[in-house]
C-alpha cells in the first residue's frame, strides 16, 4: 500500500509499505479521508517521543471496511484501542485505560496510508448522504465534545446560562466552541490570532470572535467557562485571567508542558482546572451522531487535498498558509 511517512522530523516521504497485519476481532478499513492534528504537527516537528521515526501518523479517519467484521460498511473510526477491562474500561473512561494504544502510535500504525487496522468495536458506522470529509472530523471533534461534558458537570450554573471563552480557532478550539453551542451554551467566544482562520470561523457558528490582545486587554475574570484548545505557556495565562471566582477552565491542548497557570489566583478565587484527554466511547458516538444529524453545523470549513501531496500541507501549516482550521488529506 501507499503511505505518508514520517522519516525525520520535518521529513515525509510519500512510498510503498506493508499493509497491516489484522489481530482477532480487528477489521481492515481502506482509508478514505484522513485529517491532520496538532499532535501530527508535534511528531513531525520531532517534539513528541512517543512517536518516534519512522512512522505512519494520522488518526482522524473514516473509510470503509474490505476485510472483518461489518465488511463493507462505511465507518468513521475511533483510534484510541483500549482492553476493554481495567478500571478506567469499566467505568467508561476508556480514554484513561493503562495499556490504551492510538493509531499513529506504536504499535499501531496510523491512517495517513491507504489501509488501517482497527478493532470492530470502535468503529461507527456512517449513514448515506454524509461525506468522509465530514465523518472523519468526529475524532477532533470529540475531543471538545469530551471537554465541554467534563466542564458542564464541574460548572455553577447551567451552560444556557454561561458566559464561555474558547482560545484557540483551529479544529480542537472550534470544535470546543461548537460542542459548547450543540450542548446548550448561548454566549461563547472563540479568540483566535491567526486572522487567516477568521472568515472560516464566522462562517461555522454563531460565535463573537476577538483577538488574543482583546481578550488580555480585559477585566480579568469575565469568562465562567474558559477552554484552552491551544495549550501553550500564554493560552494557559489568558485562561488564568480570564476565568471568574468560581468558574473553570478546561485544557484541552498540548502545545508544551509547563508555565502559564496562575496557581495562586486559582486557589484563592477556586477556580476549577480540568485535563480533558482524548474522549470517551460514549463521546465519540455522540460526536458522531450530532455530525450526522447537523448539531454541529455544516461542517464545510475544512481544506481538502491528496494524501500524496501531505508534505507541502504540513508545511503550509507550519508556516502560517493555511487558512482551514482543518486539512483533509484523501488517499
Known amino acids: 500500500m501507499k503511505a505518508l511517512v514520517y522519516t525525520a522530523p520535518r ?16 477489521c481492515l478499513v ?3 479521508a484522513v485529517g491532520i492534528c496538532g499532535s501530527d504537527m508535534h511528531a513531525y516537528l520531532g517534539h513528541d517521543e512517543r512517536r518516534p521515526a519512522p512512522l505512519i501518523l494520522g488518526h482522524e479517519a473514516a473509510g470503509v471496511v474490505v476485510e472483518g467484521p461489518g465488511t463493507g460498511r462505511r465507518v468513521t473510526v475511533n483510534p484510541l484501542a483500549t482492553c476493554g477491562s481495567c478500571r478506567a474500561c469499566k467505568a467508561g473512561r476508556n480514554n484513561l485505560c493503562p495499556s490504551r494504544q492510538i493509531l499513529s502510535m506504536m504499535p499501531r500504525q496510523g491512517a495517513f496510508a491507504e489501509l488501517i487496522a482497527i478493532p470492530a468495536e470502535n468503529l461507527v458506522e456512517i449513514p448515506d448522504g454524509v461525506s468522509f470529509e465530514k465523518a472523519c472530523m468526529a475524532e477532533p471533534l470529540a475531543c471538545g465534545w469530551h471537554g465541554v461534558r467534563l466542564g458542564a458537570g464541574a460548572l455553577d450554573l447551567p451552560l444556557a446560562k454561561a458566559k464561555c471563552l474558547v482560545i484557540g480557532g483551529g479544529a480542537i478550539g472550534l470544535g470546543a466552541a461548537l460542542a459548547l453551542k450543540a450542548q446548550g451554551a448561548g454566549d461563547v467566544t472563540i479568540s483566535e490570532a491567526n486572522e487567516r482562520r477568521l472568515p472560516a470561523i464566522r462562517s461555522a457558528g454563531d460565535f463573537t470572535v476577538a483577538s488574543p490582545d482583546a481578550v488580555m486587554a480585559a ?3 469575565a469568562y465562567d467557562v474558559v477552554i484552552d484548545g491551544v495549550g501553550f505557556s500564554a493560552t494557559r495565562a489568558t485562561a488564568s485571567r480570564a476565568v471568574r471566582p ?8 498540548l502545545g508544551d508542558a509547563q508555565g502559564g497557570l496562575d496557581i495562586r489566583r486559582m486557589t484563592l478565587q477556586e477556580i476549577t482546572f480540568i485535563g480533558a484527554y482524548t474522549y470517551t466511547p460514549r463521546d465519540f ?22 494524501l500524496e501531496d501531505g508534505a507541502s500541507a504540513f508545511s503550509d501549516i507550519l508556516d502560517g498558509r493555511a487558512a482551514a482550521p482543518k486539512i483533509i488529506l484523501k488517499p
Open 246 to 253: 468560581g468558574g473553570v477552565i478546561i485544557h484541552i491542548g
Open 30 to 32: 481502506r482509508v478514505e
Open 219 to 221: 477585566d480579568p475574570g
Open 11 to 26: 521529513s515525509l516521504e510519500w512510498r510503498d509499505e506493508l499493509p497491516p497485519v489484522l489481530q482477532s476481532g480487528e
Open 285 to 306: 458516538r455522540d460526536t458522531a451522531a450530532a455530525i450526522f444529524d447537523g448539531r454541529l453545523g455544516a461542517l464545510d470549513w475544512s481544506e481538502i487535498r491528496p
